[in-house]
């Protein structure tokens, strides 16, 4: 199949399979009152270009993602609701080496639809919203392959700009405006007329119209993550006063239904028009009646939720609603399914919805015996071109390793998958001063990176570079995001305040406690920055509460100095604010680099050759205070995997169930703080 096109038959084999709607008329006859229909919304979130159930790190089947058994979970709710609406929340285009391959390796020509696009159009999606990770590849590339003309600087005059194929559903953002014009970069909302099946007052079947508006939000966090493409081209408005100001629009064109697409959690702290989970807020505007959430990897509804977000006063986690507001969140990947079933009377001039019979749901790809939901397989004949292309890029040797690289036991201490990385940021961080930057060149170059792989969708969640050849989608693996290289300079007290956050991502310990305490916390792996150079060492006391955990903390053998200068290498994301590292907003960044953190890696293998566990895997700067505690202190990780800590030098651990209990595929490991 020519990648470039997608012939009649495979779009219609699949929207045959899904049972998908081949249009939506608008029926502008008068409804009886009395006449009642049902409508079901489902909803796709975080598919992060995740089409097929594959892993192309590790070049395998991964059966608990992918697009092509959310389609089956489309087509057995289609089948169950006989009105359907298709929707997307965003972040669909970027997250798989098949994205990266489509963005920046063999870039999409204009006349061809991206592949996450391209089996969508075809399963039937009437609409979808924007994610921040759609803006990862510029403005530009989201330009061509969403089929939109951006009015920006920098860009042609929409005039100029060739109509490029993008999706045949419209996408909605109602809070990022162009600086150029002030106007919104997308459409802010679009009105749905959905012919639908329903019975009229005397029990008869007619056919009939809902007018369904969509309005999109995506976090206004994209203008420090993604500065480098969007900083003096577009600006955020706060999604409050967006949706105030466009839903009233929709309600007068005569939209019978609201339903916000936003690309957020749920924050009940004080509203902010730079918030960055806005969801909660936005269920309070007049006029809301679904959401659509996305954005947190989470599961909405879940009656045995922990996550702080659905546990906060006004969610109810059982029933699926924020503040009375009906609202599902699909998980990501493709996992899950998310559906708000509506059951609508007409009054004779609009249509009611009966909150009584509202059902909220999130189904999962994954059925109770723990085997997944078949695959729909015209998905995978839709990419077949795009997914082989893929494949063979990601396996270009670049150099080989004589140990495993992984991130199992990352989180206590084995730098084995992340000190490369740092290798490769600060060699090229410290070249680019040398030759460009002759004021900093005295200061020391330092650099951080974090295990962005650790367990939090699983077991099979971990960085794992086997011994031998390495190739592309090894060093993918080693560095999952598509992020550049930037360089900050910093003081001591900033690589301090730094580090304290960083060890957010352990709960305080009680050494008193003669019950079992969990490790680690929360806070994202990919948050868990870390140094790996023999220049620097400290302590992290987990004893101690959160801003008081960094000890002993030394620049070549000496306290460091507070007040000392130092460049650090690390990522757009992390120096322009993401994580919100204290004293990182953008500010102190003195080299943007073009280029991606793993084309550097990639680079920077290609030139040593061989990767070792002596030269590149063993520099650990960092370890816990030593403290003998009463009780048990346990954390997460594959089964099986002891002997890599072992290898990696690691005392004091062992692994005591090979089954947690969590239904993740993880194991129980307790670690000897005193070791």
Not at 470 to 498: E, F
Request: some cysteine; glycine content about 8%.
């Amino acid at each position: 199949m020519n990648p470039s096109r997608f012939d009649l038959t495979t779009s219609c084999l699949i929207a045959s399979l899904l049972l998908a709607g081949c249009g939506s008329s608008d029926n502008t006859a008068t409804v009886p009152a009395g006449t009642k229909t049902t409508l079901a919304l489902l909803e796709t979130t975080d598919l992060h270009t995740n089409v097929m159930s594959y892993d192309y790190f590790k070049l395998a089947e991964d059966k608990a993602l992918g697009f092509e058994r959310t389609a089956t979970l489309i087509a057995q709710a289609r089948q169950e609701f006989p009105n359907t609406l298709l929707l997307d929340n965003g972040d669909t285009i970027q997250g798989t080496a098949l994205s990266d391959y489509q963005a920046t390796i063999n870039p999409l020509a204009c006349d061809q639809t991206l592949a996450m696009y391209k089996v969508m159009n075809a399963a039937g999606y009437e609409g979808g919203g924007i994610g921040n990770h759609e803006f990862n590849y510029g403005l530009p590339f989201l330009s061509q392959v969403t089929g939109n003309r951006f009015d920006v600087s920098g860009m042609a005059e929409p005039a100029a700009q060739p109509t490029c194929k993008g999706p045949s559903f419209p996408l909605v953002l109602a809070n990022v405006n162009s600086v150029k014009s002030a106007q919104p970069l997308f459409q802010p909302y679009s009105i749905i007329s959905k012919t639908v099946t329903a019975t009229d007052p005397d029990g008869k079947p007619v056919s009939s119209t809902v007018k369904i508006g969509i309005i999109g939000f995506t976090p206004p966090a994209i203008m420090s993550w993604d500065k480098r493409w969007l900083d003096g081209k577009v600006y955020t408005v706060g999604v409050k006063e967006a949706a105030e100001k466009y839903i009233p629009e929709m309600r007068a064109k005569g939209a019978d239904l609201v339903v916000v697409i936003s690309h957020g959690g749920l924050d009940d702290s004080a509203y902010s028009p730079t918030m960055e989970n806005g969801s909660y807020h936005l269920s309070r505007v007049a006029g809301v009646d679904a959401m659509l959430i996305g954005h947190s990897h989470q599961i909405f509804p879940n009656a045995t939720s922990t996550v702080a977000q659905f546990n906060l006063p006004g969610v109810d986690k059982t029933a699926g609603t924020v503040n009375g507001v009906p609202t599902v969140m699909a998980n990501y990947w493709g996992k899950h399914l998310g559906v708000i079933k509506f059951d609508l009377t007409h009054d004779g001039k609009s249509w009611v919805i009966d909150k009584s019979k509202t059902v909220v749901q999130a189904r999962s790809a994954q059925n109770a015996d723990k085997t997944y939901v078949a695959i729909a397989p015209a998905i995978a004949a839709a990419i077949a071109s795009e997914h082989q292309a893929t494949i063979a890029y990601v396996k270009t040797p670049v150099g080989s390793t004589d140990f495993e690289m992984s991130s199992y036991f990352a989180d206590v201490g084995d730098p084995g998958a992340i000190e490369l990385v740092n290798q490769a940021q600060a060699d090229y961080a410290a070249k680019y001063v040398a030759a460009n930057l002759p004021q900093y060149a005295s200061l020391p170059v330092l650099s951080v990176s974090a295990p962005f792989k650790s367990g939090f969708a699983g077991g099979s969640d971990y960085t794992d570079v086997a011994q031998g050849n390495m190739a592309i989608n090894n060093a993918a693996d080693l560095y999952l995001y598509p992020n550049t290289v930037y360089a900050v300079k910093v003081s001591g007290a900033d690589i301090r305040n730094w580090l304290e956050t960083a060890a957010k991502r352990f709960n305080q310990i009680n050494p008193a406690l003669t019950t079992q305490q969990e490790l680690i916390g929360s806070f994202p792996g990919y948050n868990f920055d870390m140094f790996t150079s023999p220049d620097i060492r400290y302590e992290i006391d987990v004893t101690q509460p959160v801003g008081s955990r960094i000890v002993n903390l030394k620049y070549k053998g000496a306290s460091i100095d507070p007040a000392k200068e130092f460049i650090v290498a690390t990522n757009n994301y992390r120096a322009s604010g993401g994580g919100s590292f204290p004293g990182l907003d953008g500010s102190k960044t003195i080299y943007a680099s073009p280029d991606t953190n793993r084309d550097v890696l990639i680079q920077y293998i290609k030139t040593i050759k061989t990767v070792t566990r002596a030269a590149n895997g063993s520099d650990r700067s960092w370890q816990f205070t030593k403290v003998t505690t009463a009780g048990p202190v346990v954390f997460h990780s594959a089964p099986g995997k002891l002997p890599l800590a072992q290898a990696a030098g690691l005392a004091g651990i062992t692994q005591l169930q090979a089954d947690d209990g969590t239904g993740k595929s993880l194991a129980l490991y307790a670690i000897d703080l005193s070791r």
